[in-house]
């Protein structure tokens, strides 16, 4: 059984920075892809970065300049957040799986976390 899990999420004011971390447990080999997706509430699940088992990465264009994407040699992920807005509040959730292509396709692949709340606030 496959599980991430998500930490780093809290309250910042704008401006302000936070790293979010998710680390999966269970039997498994290192993930070709691990990302981020957020959610706010009443919307659609919406891409943040992903990054491939071989170093690529890829950001949506609201976050490209802010937001740096990591992983270490096993199955953790991080994401550096940086000049925090409020219309970055949302849920964080961390995604996992085998398909690369999440990088061009903006897709999500298999294993979600159980999210992380993000709150950008004065």
């Known amino acids: 059984q496959v599980q991430l899990v998500e930490s780093g999420g809290g309250l910042v004011q704008p401006g302000g920075s936070l790293r979010l971390s998710c680390t999966a447990s269970?039997?498994?080999?290192?993930?070709?892809?691990m990302g981020w997706f957020r959610q706010v509430s009443g919307k659609e699940r919406e891409y943040v970065a992903a990054?491939?088992?071989?170093?690529?990465d890829g950001y949506a264009d609201s976050v490209k300049g802010r937001f740096t994407i990591s992983r270490d040699a096993a199955n953790t992920v991080y994401l550096q957040m940086n000049n925090l807005q409020p219309e970055d509040t949302a849920v964080y959730y961390c995604?996992?799986?085998?398909?690369?292509?999440?990088?061009?396709?903006?897709?999500?692949?298999?294993?979600w976390g159980k999210g992380t709340l993000v709150n950008v606030s004065s």
């Open positions: 995604n996992a799986g085998g398909r690369r292509g999440i990088l061009v396709t903006k897709q999500p692949n298999d294993y």
């Open positions: 990054m491939t088992s071989s170093g690529s």
């Open positions: 269970g039997s498994v080999p290192r993930f070709s892809a």
